[in-house]
C-alpha cells in the first residue's frame, strides 16, 4: 500500500547519506572516547570532529557545543540549571511552548518558587514584543531568563530572534531559545544574534533519534544537568552517543549545505498544497503566520465541524496518509491543543498538522487531497469553477 509521510515537523527519515557516515563508526569504531588507548583516541577524534562541524554550522566556538540526548534535555537543562546556577528568579515565556519547555517552567515555578511571566500571543500566534519590554522593564533588579521557542511546532509561526536577543541585551537578562524545528531548516548565527542557550536534535533535520545539543554562551555558566563522569568536558556525564553524534553533525552539515535547495523546494510543495486545499475544500483555514514569517516546513488546515472530524486522522492514516495534530510527545494520545487554546483557535473545527521535507513530491500533495475527498464533503467540480 502506498504511504506518504507528512509528519515531518514530528521526526525526519533519517537520510541515506547520514546512515553511511555513521555505519563504518558502528562497525570498527567502538572505543570508549574517555579511554586513553589508541581505540579510544580514534573514537574522541570522532566526536570532536562532529563538534566542530555543530559550531561551524551555527556561529559558536566549539567549547561551546555539548551533546544531550536531544531537545528535550537541552531545554530541561538551560532553564533548570539557569535557575540553579545563575540565580534566575524570574522567567519571561509564553503559553505556546513546547510541552518540555512549558512542563521546564512550571516546575522550577512549583519547586523554586520562580516568578513567571506568560506573554500574550495573537491569533497567528506571535508574542507580543511591546508586552515582552514591558515585563522587561518590570524585571529591573530580578535575575531574568527569557525563554521563547524560534518557531512553533503546530502553527509554525517563528519569533523575531534578532529583535528578542536585542531587548534582552538591551536590559541584561538571559535569552534561551528553543530552536529545535529550526535548526537546519534557517540559518542560525550565535555571533549575529547572541543567546545564552540554544538547542537542537537531530532527528528534526534528517539525522538519528536520541541526540542533540546545547550551545552554552561562556557568559552563562552553568553546572552539569547529568551528574556522573567528566564527559562534554565535565558537563554532562555519561559515555557519549558516538553514532548518534556522528549522524547529527553529517546531517547538519547536509541541511546546512543544501539549505537553500530544500526550503524552495519544501515551499513549493507547501503552497502547492495549501492551494490543492483550498480549491477541493470549503471553509477551511491556515493557522499560524502562513503569510509572514513562518516555519515553511509546517501547515496547519483547519477544517469546519463534520462529523467525520473527530477519526480525520485515523483516517488518513488507514487511507495511507500521515499526519498529525500537532505535538507528538504525548504517545499518540490526541489531546486539546494548549496551541491552539492559546491563539483563541475554534473548539468546534478540526486541526491537522501537515509538515514537510525535501524528500515530499506533489504526486504525494495530489494523493494525500484525493484520500482526504473520500473522508470529508469536497467542493463539488462545477462550484470550483465557479469559484474561479
Known sequence: ??????????????????????????????????????????????????????????????????????????????????????????????????????????????VNGVEVVWLPVDRLGRVDLHELEKALVDSAGVKTLVSLMHANNEIGTMLDLGAVSELCRRYGVLFHTDSVQTIGHFPVNVQETPVNFLSGAAHKFHGPKGVGFIYINPASPIKPFIDGGAQERNMRGGTENVYGIVGLAKALELATAEMEARSAHIM????????????????????????????????????????????????????????????????????GSHVLEAIGADPSRKSIRLSFSHYNTKAEVDFAVEKLKTILPARSMAEGVAAK
Open 268 to 335: 513549493d510543495i507547501r503552497n502547492y498544497m495549501r492551494e490543492q486545499l483550498s480549491a477541493t475544500f470549503d471553509d477551511i483555514e491556515f493557522l499560524g503566520d502562513l503569510d509572514g514569517h513562518c516555519l515553511y516546513t509546517v501547515l496547519n488546515v483547519s477544517f469546519p465541524p463534520s462529523p467525520k472530524n473527530e477519526l480525520l486522522l485515523l483516517s488518513l492514516d488507514i487511507a495511507g496518509v500521515s499526519a498529525s495534530g500537532g505535538s507528538a510527545c504525548s504517545s499518540g494520545a490526541e489531546k
Open 1 to 110: 500500500m502506498l504511504r506518504v509521510y507528512f509528519d515531518n515537523a514530528a521526526t525526519t527519515p533519517i537520510s541515506e547519506a547520514v546512515i553511511d557516515t555513521m555505519l563504518p563508526v558502528l562497525r570498527s569504531q567502538f572505543g570508549n572516547p574517555s579511554s586513553i588507548h589508541a581505540e579510544g583516541r580514534s573514537v574522541r577524534a570522532v566526536v570532536e570532529s562532529a563538534r566542530k562541524t555543530v559550531a561551524q554550522c551555527i556561529g559558536a566556538s566549539t567549547s561551546e557545543i555539548f551533546f544531550t540526548s536531544g531537545g528535550t534535555e537541552s531545554n530541561n537543562m538551560a532553564i533548570k540549571c539557569a535557575v540553579r546556577d545563575l540565580g534566575v528568579r524570574r522567567i519571561i515565556s509564553s503559553p505556546t511552548e513546547h510541552h518540555c519547555g512549558l512542563h521546564a517552567i512550571e516546575c522550577v515555578e512549583h
